[in-house]
């Protein structure tokens, strides 16, 4: 059974930064992609930033472009996401996705909490 453990969130200051990641109980290899998605209360849940494991390239959604940078961790086994000039928007849980292609499957993980407030 894949296990995906995030790590990092908290509480920060608009402006502030935050760095989480995602331990995968198998190599990351393992999946074709793996992503952050977030979702706020009220709202329904929506794609933060993917990445394809094996040819790092990378998408993000238009309201985290240019803030936002996911990456992986070879040595850790992790993908993580850099999150610099937070606002209060990016408030959120953050969960971190898995896919793999054969056979198609997805996974979650457990969710870390994301609060950006003065």
């Known amino acids: 059974q894949v296990q995906l453990v995030e790590s990092g969130g908290g509480l920060v200051q608009p402006g502030g930064s935050l760095r989480l990641s995602c331990a995968a109980s198998r190599s990351i290899f393992s999946f074709a992609s793996m992503g952050w998605y977030r979702q706020a209360p009220g709202k329904e849940r929506e794609l933060v930033a993917v990445?394809?494991?094996?040819?790092?390239?990378?998408n993000y959604a238009d309201s985290v472009k240019g803030r936002f940078t996911i990456s992986r961790d070879l040595a850790k086994n992790t993908v993580d996401l850099q999150m610099n000039s937070l606002n209060s928007e990016d408030t959120a849980v953050y969960y971190c996705?898995?896919?793999?292609?054969?056979?198609?499957?997805?996974?979650w993980g457990q969710g870390t909490q994301v609060t950006v407030s003065s």
């Open positions: 990445l394809n494991v094996g040819s790092s390239s990378t």
């Open positions: 996705n898995a896919l793999k292609s054969f056979p198609p499957s997805s996974y």
